[in-house]
């Protein structure tokens, strides 16, 4: 087991190395800053141990995308590092919820996420709010999911209705209004998608001008989610390895 531990830690070293190299390469080409990028490993489908093995590798942002898999791994994570099985790391880890979600799973996604990306409509508003103040937290951060394709199911709002969203999340004391997420249609190109999503975003900073976060980019279109000023890149495959499940 402790053999297969450190192959495992081996793999993720190696692999957190070269995604952390496409981001730096990235913001290079870019003009940009790379400490403007945050990196959130999703972890979807992937071990507790993989969660507590990037924590002590410095990941401390961490992506899910259903709430039964997500809730029973932040309390196995929890559990593994407060026992100390591996390396000990007190850093706090921050639990990223980027998956399409259903409004009767938001009180419990409220419980344990920092930050929910796939925030769609008004119903979750509400319901993400009132899980906040049950949960008595002190808050959590919303990205408005933006379509790109025009396809709702999928997941996300067209561009013309972020506005009135973006309204109801920062009116709401439990929220924190971040900015904007999506997903690049699956049979285009994304930089195209993407300079869409920066003009969504340009357009709800001058209404919000505190919510210049732009969550976009996955393991195979990174570079050009950053070169249209992503601030948040979400890489699953690339860091951990191919998924045996399929999720949308
Ligand atoms: C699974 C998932 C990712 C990561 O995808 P990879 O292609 O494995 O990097 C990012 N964002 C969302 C919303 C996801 O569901």
Redesign the pocket.
């Known amino acids: 087991m402790a053999l297969l531990d450190g192959e495992r830690r081996a793999e993720l070293v190696g692999s957190l190395g070269a995604v952390r190299a496409r981001i730096a390469n990235a913001c290079i080409a870019a003009g940009r800053d790379a400490r403007a990028v945050t990196l959130i490993a ?1 972890t ?1 489908t992937h071990p507790a141990r993989d969660v507590a093995t990037l924590a002590t590798l410095g990941v401390l942002d961490i ?1 899910e ?1 259903r709430d039964q898999e997500a809730s029973a791994k932040v309390a196995e994570v929890a559990e593994l590092r407060r026992t100390g099985a591996g390396e000990r790391s007190e850093a706090e880890l921050r639990w990223h919820f ?2 399409q979600l259903q409004s009767r799973k938001a009180r419990s996604v409220a419980t344990y996420a920092h930050a929910v ?1 796939s925030v769609d409509r008004p119903e979750l508003v509400e319901q993400l709010a009132a899980g906040v103040t049950r949960a008595e937290r002190e808050g959590l951060d919303v990205f408005i999911q933006v379509s790109l394709d025009g396809d709702p199911a999928r997941g996300g709002v067209l561009g013309d209705d972020v506005l009135a969203l973006a309204d109801a999340v920062a009116a709401r004391s439990q929220l924190r209004l971040r900015g904007v997420m999506a ?1 690049a249609p699956m049979d285009a190109d994304p930089r195209a998608a993407f300079a869409d999503l920066a003009g969504v975003s340009a357009r709800l900073r001058a209404a919000h001008p505190q919510a210049v976060a732009i969550s976009a980019g ?3 279109d990174l570079e050009a989610a950053i070169a249209h000023g992503s601030t948040h890149v ?5 860091l951990l390895g191919r ?1 045996t499940q399929v ?1 949308g």
Request: glycine residues 16%.
């Open positions: 999703v979807k992506g995308s980027v998956g990306h997903v996955m393991s195979a979400r890489v699953g495959s690339a998924r999720f």
